[in-house]
């Protein structure tokens, strides 16, 4: 297991040697929840950064994927509105209700319960989120807090999804620490991820300019 500077992100690996981070975890916990009769609702709070391969691994077993933006603020507002029993960022900051902190240690601890209550390895109880391949772009303008205004861009980034429904997702955002607007796809096929990603960003450098 390995955390990050002040230990309230825990990213641990597998036997196997496979990488289970926010997304995997917070699968393995939410399913052991609901086994033991504690998710409810059933219902994860995650960020907009969470892969697709976690959203639809839940959806599978009946649990909601409910999304907010990026930052643990964000993700400890939710779970308090929703009465949700966990939550977190894929960065591996898991967020549970006692606390409503991070907290690395905790959150390994907890993934090693699961682990011994269940006689399974970490690798088998996080194998239904099977990541989506994903592509990710920054364009940097001085006009980046100004993309969301500009139709032209707005068009693209609905075709691209209605394009990907179903089978990946776009998501489209102002840095807040940078002049930059980040453009991220997840699409089963890595070559549709690149084109849509190609596609938002000309279009974003188009309307907006590059700096």
Not at 56 to 69: C, H, M, N, S, Y
Not at 86 to 100: A, R
Not at 131 to 152: C, F
Not at 175 to 204: C, F, H, K, Q, Y
């Amino acid at each position: 297991m390995a955390f990050d500077g002040d230990a309230d992100r825990a990213v641990l690996v597998s036997g196997e040697g496979g990488i289970v981070d926010g997304d995997a975890s917070k699968y393995i916990l939410a399913m052991d929840l609901r086994q033991r009769g504690l998710l409810e609702p059933p219902l994860v709070i995650g960020t907009v950064m969470n892969n697709f391969g976690l959203e639809r691994a839940l959806a599978a077993e009946g649990i909601e994927l409910e999304r907010t933006p990026v930052g643990d603020r964000h993700v400890v507002e939710r779970m308090r509105e929703a009465g949700a029993q966990i939550g977190g960022e894929q960065s591996g900051h898991i967020v549970f209700p006692g606390t409503l902190i991070g907290d690395g240690a905790y959150t390994a601890l907890r993934l090693c319960e699961v682990v011994a209550r269940s006689g399974r390895g970490l690798a088998e109880l996080a194998r239904p989120v099977r990541k989506i391949p994903q592509h990710l772009v920054n364009i940097r303008t001085a006009n980046h807090a100004a993309w969301h205004r500009r139709r032209e861009v707005r068009d693209e980034v609905s075709r691209w999804e209605q394009r990907l429904d179903g089978s990946g997702r776009i998501l489209v955002r102002a840095s807040g620490t940078e002049p930059l607007v980040r453009v991220m796809v997840e699409a089963e096929d890595p070559a549709l991820a690149r084109e849509a990603v190609d596609a938002v960003a000309n279009a974003i450098r188009a309307a907006c300019g590059e700096a």
